[in-house]
């Protein structure tokens, strides 16, 4: 297995592989930007183009700088002074502020892209790493992986239908004991495994919380223009 199928099937360990990737390289981004890049005048531009990034990814930031010892508040304190200043100026100016798409979720949408592309090109291999695993791809990146699956080859795409179906047949089950031992005549314990059922039951159906889960709020033309220009 070549460095990107190795980089799957490590990521397929619980809850969705594909959303996990994208949530610890969405962390990672901002990682870099906090440690290497709040001088830089291009991811500058960026920040204020966007007004300050999008909703979540603004928040994301500013609680990743608290969470690192080592960084602190004052990376984002610059960049924000910059990004007021904006918006002060379109105030000043008598203008409507302009918010552009948000290139956290740009960057994240492309990992997207391109991880379930990887994963579909690497189907022979993977795919009875995933069916043996305890992964349950989410909902979206279920959808996206089967239709680019099919794209390459038809039967491909059957056998990773029923696998899923038989992950999420499995997964109802680990719930409705959970949901039997609230009953009064029980006297056992929720498991763990019965437990973690109703997080991952979330995460099969909507996925972890990134960028793109959360920021397709009726701002995608605005994040296809933003992207347009960035590029
Ligand atoms: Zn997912
Ligand atoms: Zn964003």
């Keep these: 297995m070549d460095l990107i199928g190795v980089y799957l099937r490590e990521a397929m360990d619980e809850g969705c592989p594909v959303c996990r990737i994208l949530r610890s390289y969405e962390e990672s981004q901002i990682e870099t930007i906090l440690y290497e890049h ?19 990814h603004a928040w994301k930031t500013l609680e990743k700088a608290y969470s690192e010892p080592l960084l602190g508040p004052l990376g984002v304190a610059i960049i924000y002074e910059d990004v007021l200043s904006r918006y002060i100026g379109f105030l000043e100016d008598g203008r409507v502020s302009k918010e552009e798409g948000c290139f956290l979720c740009e960057l994240v949408r492309e990992k997207e ?87 991952l039951t979330i995460e099969a159906l909507k996925g972890l919380e990134t960028g793109i889960t959360l920021g397709g709020r009726g701002n995608s033309k605005n994040v296809k223009r933003g992207l347009l220009k960035w590029r």
Aim: charge should be positive.
């Design 38 to 56: 709040v001088n830089d005048p291009e991811v500058r531009k960026k920040f204020r183009k966007s007004l300050g990034l999008c909703t979540y």
């Design 113 to 199: 892209r391109s991880t379930i592309e990887g994963f579909a090109d690497r189907i022979d291999e993977l795919l009875p790493v995933y069916e043996s695993s305890n992964a349950i791809l989410c909902r979206r990146h279920y959808e996206m992986l089967l239709s680019e699956v099919a794209r390459r080859d038809n039967d491909k795409a059957t056998v990773l239908k029923e696998i899923q179906l038989k992950k999420l047949r499995k997964l109802r089950e680990r719930l409705k004991s959970f949901i039997d031992k609230f009953d009064y005549l029980s006297k056992e314990e929720p498991t763990k495994e019965e437990t973690s059922s109703l997080p």
